[in-house]
């Protein structure tokens, strides 16, 4: 994909090249009116100015961008994204393409480091995870014709190749699965309401309930942490109908669960079935181990590495479903009591 270039600034700015480096460099020789003029256009098209001295037009980054927006800290406690990466940076470093990870604060941040990243040379394409229910990094993406792949489910109206698995048919298994155990009062600790992922989680949740007849099923959503879990646990078993069988949307809050539960002695699985949601090795490291809706995230990440390269290759690659995600039922799930 071609990059702008100062002389694309030229044609539309109907100046010379000579004074578009002088507007963009600050030296003398154009007017005021003239330079504003020009940063306006550099600014609409995307150009910055090379980094690392890759100037020439059509040069390769030999990089692919990430760009996380969640507090660092939370993203380090969060085993999700550190077995993504692993599997994103393998299979990308065996094609001698390193990973540009950059982690920032919030959507608009990340936005800016697209934008920025691309125009700057520092990266080939860009990988879209945290996929938004109304996601701004898509346009912005699609008119400065990044290469990209999405982390999520094939948007409507967008021709960026996805990468996804299917968490509506996962949350209905495991619905499914509490439901013939014997469960009647259900409830989710969800994810961040802002995310699309959450939102399918959260909607396929009321819908396998319902079909089982279970109209009052609790949703409390949260921003993934150890501490929100911990809180949401605590509001849910503090209820005098509490659940007897609760889905977390990953394993950190799964695993602050069982603290929660001790405290308050709730016995696990006797009193409280848990799920969890992603099947990192914390969900058999605790007591008891976790039943836990499982897929290959490592895998996931070379997936997503594979049609990244694709695009970056001048290939046209289809959108592409990940393997299936499977329940794997460990001790903390039971029967409810009597």
């Not at 609790?218 to 879990?229: L, P, R, S």
């Not at 809050?253 to 992603?278: F, H, K, W, Y």
């Amino acid at each position: 994909m071609k990059r702008p270039t100062i002389a694309e600034i030229a044609t539309q700015a109907g100046v010379s090249i000579g004074a578009v480096s002088y507007a963009l460099n600050g030296r003398p020789g154009v007017s005021e009116k003239t330079r504003r003029h020009i940063l306006a256009i550099a600014d609409e098209i995307g150009w910055r100015p090379s980094v690392a001295a890759r100037s020439l037009s059509g040069s390769r980054a030999h990089s692919v961008g990430l760009i996380i927006a969640r507090p660092a800290d939370t993203l380090g406690a969060e085993p999700f994204f550190m077995r993504f990466i692993a599997g994103l940076e393998g299979a990308l470093s065996r094609e001698r393409v390193g990973l540009f990870l950059q982690i920032v604060d919030d959507h608009a941040a990340a936005i800016d480091a697209i934008r920025l990243g691309w125009a700057e040379r520092r990266v080939d394409g860009i990988i879209l995870t945290d996929l938004r229910t109304s996601d701004d990094r898509i346009p912005v993406v699609e008119r400065l014709g990044i290469p990209a792949v999405i982390v999520g489910h094939p948007q409507v109206g967008s021709e960026i190749p996805a990468v996804w698995t299917d968490d509506a048919e996962a949350v209905t298994v495991a619905v499914d699965y509490l439901v013939a155990l014997g469960h009647r009062r259900l409830a989710r600790v969800a994810g961040l309401a802002a995310l699309e992922h959450t939102q399918r989680r959260i909607a396929a949740f009321r819908a396998a309930a319902a079909a089982h007849g279970l109209e009052d099923v609790a949703v409390v959503e949260t921003d993934y942490t150890w501490e929100a879990g911990v809180r949401a646990t605590r509001t849910l078993l503090s209820r005098r109908d509490r659940p007897t069988a609760i889905m977390y949307d990953n394993d950190v809050m799964a695993a602050a669960a069982l603290n929660v539960a001790q405290e308050m002695s709730v016995a696990v699985p006797d009193e409280l079935s848990i799920v969890a949601g992603d099947d990192s090795q914390l969900c058999i490291l605790v007591r008891p181990a976790l039943t836990a809706l499982s897929r290959d995230i490592q895998a996931y990440g070379a997936h997503a590495a594979t049609v990244m390269m694709d695009r970056i290759g001048g290939r046209s690659p289809s959108s592409q479903p990940d393997k299936p995600t499977e329940l794997v039922v460990r001790a903390s799930t039971a029967a409810p009591p009597a």
